[in-house]
């Protein structure tokens, strides 16, 4: 079963799971890096910060209750946009309808 959740600042370790997971598995498909995720940069702070942007839309997505997947999007032009900045599924959940 495929489930989507919205995170809040206090799901920022699941966040940080699939964030981290993500920018290990493609790096070549973020503006971030995982080295500027990692060491100083990997503070609880920061993580609630991220899923604390006004108006955006943090989504993870759960497939029979195993995270597989993220999506993030935050305010774009106009009251009705939201702009994706980054969406990932993890190799094993693709082609199942997750993304």
């Known amino acids: 079963m495929l489930e989507l959740r919205t995170l809040k600042s206090d799901d ?7 964030r981290l997971a993500a920018l290990a598995e493609a ?3 973020f503006g971030s890096t995982l080295a500027q995720w990692q060491g100083s ?10 899923l604390s942007i006004p ?15 993220m ?4 305010p774009g032009e106009g009251a009705e946009n939201v702009e994706l900045i980054s969406m ?6 693709r082609g199942k309808g997750v993304g």
């Open 41 to 50: 940069g990997d503070r609880e702070e920061r993580w609630r910060a991220r």
């Open 55 to 69: 108006g955006a839309h943090d989504l993870v997505a759960l497939l029979d209750g195993l995270p597989v997947g």
């Open 12 to 18: 920022w370790p699941l966040w940080r799971e699939l």
């Open 27 to 29: 790096p070549y498909a």
């Open 88 to 93: 990932w599924v993890n190799p094993t959940a």
């Open 71 to 74: 999506a993030s999007g935050v």
